[in-house]
């Protein structure tokens, strides 16, 4: 059990920035003496600023909306926005909101990319952790795997993945994590590579601690420095990943709101002279994603400066 | 230090303060520091390590990085003032007039260009000549350098060469363009005993050759007794001692130098003689320096209201014309040097270790097709060949040898990391040598621990001090209840004389010393039998290597352990030991009584690894032995005796051919060599006392 708590710890520091609501409780004030020196970097506070908003919009979706995100208002269909009237951001082709739409798909946004992501680090950090501090054939057969999963394109496997299992949250979650947690898997596996060669792990072997204990006590607290910058990075692919998914139509069924399903459906309309319903989604997309590189960005600086 | 020297004066410092700038403020790293230097003298700089000497190093090449500057005084170099000089003037004269030795050969080396390239670019770059003249002289200077085949070696890439010969190369790169100044940062520290002493005996016949003026940074007191002629001491960024090395070591002034004497164990002391004396407290960080004296909260002759008072200049001593000190009690004090150790025969106990025959062997396949078609496709690394040694109860033996002896690899087999190929290890009555560390039981495990060299690496940087040494406890099954083992952990703190408060510390709030105590503590926290020390201070500054020398001391004295002490530095094993293995290449060379071993007859290994041992006192003269060539590979080692290719004293095909004995030379010294006992008692001792030689 210990493995896994340790395992959400750096999951739970890259989202703290946004929710901050579960810091390292160990550590607070050196928590929140580091996210001091963030204010330092414009480009993270640029980042946090984004993402709060996005959180924001996610979390109180209901308030911020009039409409119901799937209720068709057939009277104003295709509105512009700015164009007057209840719908500031305009409606789509059966009348949606789209201002409705856009928080509804960030909550859902800002739902699956995380769990994705805890889950992918999950099973990244417990491949990489047994193939780096192991070698021999566990990491033979580890690394192999990920190769092979790895040496897929990923759009190829993603849509293999969800047209055998359907499109659903669930089956996007599974689909983000077996093709993230290779790449996780390695990351681990080098950063545990240069890790077990110290003292401090020889030590822990001479007193016969356990491979488990090791791994999860010893090692993995001080991987957590590149994998929380990692982990930022990453969401930010992911929510492009869930982005393409959705515009591809494997995204989450319709009528459920979803950013990529939008800029599919406005991108129906772009020729027909109406680009504005995907020009908001793809910016809906691109803020979150560049607020998370942004971050990252930020978290790397102050972590290569102490 | 008249007006009339000023000619010869290649290199002044006037009242240099330089500050780094950081988002905590400026950071005054050395307040105020002033140096002369003549032509052709070679001037030592002493201190330990955050005293700023590497930073009054790369003051002088100009080169302190963004965050770094000169805020006041002035650098001359041979009568020009260097601030004034334009960045391209500074190019120049870096690299052509000035040249840098740094400490490590490896990184100052850019691995992907050859040696041959490297060397010719300086002189290509700097005196504009064509190719051929250049692969000349640089062919030259590697012969010059004592480099063995120099034009082969022009054509290599730096991984080829070992690092000695890597040190040798980058002492060549700064002497090709014939420097005024030579600044050398701890060239030799990386480097083994008997490398070493051959890099040092090549510095001073280039400087005799050149007539270079030798800047000289170390750490290490004996090393500077060799090859400078002036040192000074630096202490918090500022000068505090300065004088010939006669009147530094024979007439010490200043209260920090004789704390770092006091802190060195000299050869021929060992701790039933001499008690060590570190320097309590740790240097200050540079912008919380005390008012007055920077040394004052360490120094045991501080007298409040004197030494806390205002800047304290440096002041001749005696009207002398070299020797200063940055003392006000300089007349007052009357140095006693350190009490006498306490007398403990330590009687023969009952032997807790004991190994026949111990053999590694580790495997090593070649899969290439001339390999496998010859049937010669795997080989064995004979790390340890062979081993007999026993030890008893309380005692402390030690294992000494150069980097690729085996005595790691040894201490790998003894703790579980590794298995023994052949040969039992008999502890405590088990033979342990074919059990891993999985498949002991807790009870052996608790009775054989371990502590590191490396106080950064020692500790899990992610848990509190508490929970390292608290995890051992509860391990090993002392105790189970949290308030019980933090009780056990508080004691454990007391041992190795660390407040209890540190209980909650992280080790980056540690000092290195600090970090090693706690490691301390940790082997010692399940009451061991046996306690394995690789390199415990090799890593530590020597105020501190004292400390930690005195604990290990104590703390095994108290708990009546063996230790088992690895390391590669003579004077301190024959400080701490009872006894002293001597290992080379896989092999036992000698074993027996601390002083017998320091005595004759030596194995010529021995022999010369005593002899390239520095001395940080002026008055020893070693007798003068140097081993040829390069340790060979342990893949692929000598026959017969191990040493004999390098050997001073190799007796022909007997060595070539056969393994030699192991001669008794009484009371269990041993001693495996061809040449009998009674010709090698006839040696003359390394260590002799000027007057005698004279």
């Not at chain 2, 590191?452 to 105790?479: A, M, W, Y």
Request: aromatic share 6%.
């Amino acid at each position: 059990m210990t493995d896994q708590t340790n395992d959400q710890a750096p999951q739970v520091d890259a989202n703290a920035p946004k929710s901050a609501e579960q810091p390292d409780r160990v550590g607070l004030a050196k928590f929140l003496y580091s996210m001091g020196l963030l204010r330092e970097s414009p480009a993270a506070m640029i980042g946090v600023t984004v993402i709060t908003f996005w959180v924001f919009i996610a979390i109180f979706a209901d308030v911020v909306t009039v409409y119901e995100p799937n209720a068709n208002d057939y009277a104003a269909t295709l509105k512009l926005p700015f164009s007057g009237g209840d719908h500031w951001l305009g409606t789509d082709l059966l009348g949606r909101d789209t201002w409705s739409r856009l928080a509804y798909g960030a909550r859902a946004t800002l739902i699956i990319a995380p769990t994705a992501m805890v889950c992918a680090y999950f099973l990244g950090i417990v491949m990489g952790m047994l193939a780096g501090y192991y070698g021999g054939w566990v990491d033979n057969l580890i690394s192999r795997v990920s190769d092979i999963i790895l040496s897929f394109p990923l759009i190829i496997l993603f849509i293999i993945i969800i047209s055998v299992f359907g499109a659903s949250a669930l089956n996007i979650i599974i689909a983000v994590t077996l093709a993230a947690s290779p790449g996780i898997g390695r990351i681990v596996r080098g950063l545990t590579l240069d890790l077990r060669n110290l003292e401090y792990v020889s030590a822990a072997q001479i007193r016969g601690e356990w491979g488990l204990y090791i791994m999860a006590i010893e090692l993995l607290p001080n991987a957590r420095g590149p994998l929380i910058v990692d982990a930022c990075l990453r969401m930010g692919y992911t929510i492009i990943t869930i982005g393409i998914l959705g515009f591809l139509g494997l995204g989450l069924p319709p009528p459920d709101p979803d950013w990529g399903g939008m800029v599919k459906d406005g991108a129906a309309m772009v020729l027909g002279g109406s680009p504005e319903m995907a020009i908001i989604a793809s910016i809906a997309i691109s803020s979150l994603v560049i607020g998370f590189n942004l971050l990252a960005d930020g978290l790397r600086e102050i972590s290569t400066r102490d | 230090m008249t007006d009339s020297a000023n000619d010869d004066i290649v290199l002044e410092l006037d009242n240099i303060g330089i500050s780094y700038f950081t988002r905590v403020g400026e950071i005054p790293a050395v307040p105020n520091f002033s140096l002369r230097l003549k032509r052709g003298e070679s001037y030592g700089l002493v201190g330990e390590s955050g005293c700023g000497k590497s930073t009054v190093a790369m003051a002088i090449m100009n080169y302190l990085g963004k965050n770094g500057g000169i805020v006041n005084g002035t650098i001359s170099f041979e009568g020009r003032d260097m601030q004034t000089m334009s960045e391209e003037e500074l190019r120049q004269t870096r690299g052509s007039k000035i040249a840098m030795v740094y400490q490590e050969p490896m990184s100052a080396l850019n691995p992907s260009l050859t040696i041959g390239t490297q060397l010719k670019e300086v002189l290509i770059y700097h005196e504009n000549i064509t190719n051929a003249e250049a692969t000349e002289r640089s062919i030259q200077m590697l012969s010059d350098v004592n480099m063995p085949d120099p034009d082969r070696v022009m054509a290599r890439y730096p991984h080829q060469i070992s690092g000695g010969q890597q040190q040798r190369v980058v002492i060549a790169m700064a002497m090709l363009s014939n420097p005024s100044l030579l600044l050398l940062d701890e060239p030799t520290t990386a480097l083994d005993v008997t490398v070493e002493a051959t890099v040092i005996d090549l510095i001073a016949q280039l400087r005799e050759k050149f007539n270079t003026t030798l800047l000289y940074i170390s750490h290490n007191l004996g090393l500077i007794v060799k090859v400078c002629d002036r040192a000074g001491v630096m202490y918090s960024g500022s000068m505090v001692e300065e004088g010939t090395i006669e009147e530094l070591f024979k007439k010490t002034k200043h209260p920090y130098t004789f704390g770092l004497f006091d802190c060195i164990p000299t050869l021929g002391a060992d701790k039933h003689t001499r008690m060590l004396e570190p320097i309590p407290g740790q240097v200050s960080l540079p912008h919380e320096r005390p008012p007055g004296c920077a040394f004052g909260p360490r120094c045991k002759y501080f007298k409040p209201g004197v030494c806390d008072q205002g800047d304290i200049p440096i002041e001749h001593i005696d009207h002398g014309e070299t020797h200063r000190a940055r003392c006000l009690r300089v007349d007052e004090i009357e140095h006693v040097p350190a009490n006498v150790g306490s007398e403990v025969t330590v009687s023969e106990g009952e032997v807790v270790l004991d190994i026949n025959g111990m053999s590694k062997f580790y495997e090593i396949s070649d899969m290439s097709l001339s390999a496998i078609m010859s049937g010669q496709s795997k080989h064995f690394v004979k790390a340890n060949e062979n081993l007999n040694f026993e030890a008893q109860r309380g005692r402390t033996i030690a294992i000494v040898g150069e980097s690729g002896c085996g005595k790691s690899t040894f201490a790998k087999v003894l703790t579980g990391l590794e298995t023994a190929t052949e040969g039992e290890i008999m502890f405590e009555g088990t033979n342990i040598g074919a059990i891993p560390v999985q498949k002991r039981d807790k009870k052996l495990i608790r009775a054989l621990q371990m502590v590191f060299q490396n106080p950064d690496g020692t500790l899990n940087p992610s848990h509190s001090v508490g929970h390292c040494i608290g995890r051992v406890i509860k391990k090993f099954g002392i105790e189970k209840d949290p308030k019980k083992v933090r009780e056990l952990v508080g004691d454990m703190l007391d041992v190795v004389r660390l407040p209890r408060a540190f209980i909650t510390r992280k080790p980056r709030q540690l000092s290195g010393g600090q970090k090693q105590r706690i490691a301390v503590a940790r082997a010692f926290a399940g009451n061991p039998s046996m306690v394995i020390a690789d390199e415990p201070v090799s890593a530590l500054d020597v105020s501190v290597q004292a400390a930690v020398i005195n604990l290990l001391n104590d703390v095994q004295k108290q708990y009546n352990t063996t230790l088992l002490f690895i390391s590669h530095d003579l004077s301190v094993v024959r400080f701490i030991s009872d006894e002293i293995v001597v290992m080379y290449l896989g092999q036992i060379m000698e074993a027996g009584e601390a002083d017998k071993i320091f005595q004759p007859p030596y194995h010529p290994y021995t022999e010369a690894l005593l002899s390239a041992v520095p001395i940080p006192d002026p008055d020893i003269v070693q007798k003068r032995i140097r081993l040829e060539g390069e340790m060979p590979s342990v893949m692929d080692p000598p026959t017969g005796c191990r040493f004999s290719t390098r050997c001073p004293r190799y007796l022909g095909n007997l060595c070539d051919e056969q393994e030699p004995p192991n001669q008794d030379a009484g009371d269990g010294h041993i001693i495996k060599c061809h040449i009998p006992i009674g010709e090698l008692a006839q040696v003359e001792p390394i260590f002799n006392k000027k007057e005698a030689a004279e």
